[in-house]
């Protein structure tokens, strides 16, 4: 089992950044791919991005938030993070953290553990 913590939601403005931290239980993270996904009010959960096993391994992103949100992981810290910059009010949603035992996927039923989800939400 992996339990899965994401924090560092809040409000910002347009423009503003935020950095999102998921932080996993156990000594097993490094086992897992990790994605981003988001869901925004009145749509489904997205895929947002994700990043392989190994640290400064391969990553895929979104088309919509590419050249903005950047995600990269500390396995000592058992952290994964979600660096979020010139936010725009279409970002707002409640992004969570997932744990995936394969190679890592934009598909979000290839995930296993899932986190209770973190609120951003962006001023116009």
């Known amino acids: 089992q992996v339990q899965l913590v994401e924090s560092g939601g809040g409000l910002v403005q347009a423009g503003g950044s935020l950095r999102l931290s998921c932080a996993a239980s156990?000594?097993?993270?490094?086992?897992?791919?990790m994605g981003w996904f988001r869901r925004a009010p009145g749509k489904e959960r997205e895929f947002v991005a994700a990043i392989s096993k190994r640290a400064g391994g391969s990553t895929w992103y979104a088309d919509s938030v590419k050249g903005r949100f950047t995600i990269s992981r500390d396995n000592a810290k058992y952290t994964v993070y979600l660096q979020m910059n010139s936010l725009k009010p279409e970002d707002t949603a409640v992004y969570y953290c997932?744990?995936?035992?394969?190679?890592?996927?934009?598909?979000?039923?290839?995930?296993?553990?899932w986190g209770q989800g973190t609120q951003v939400t962006v001023s116009s």
């Open positions: 997932a744990a995936d035992a394969g190679s890592g996927s934009w598909n979000q039923d290839e995930y296993e553990y």
């Open positions: 156990g000594r097993t993270f490094s086992f897992y791919a």
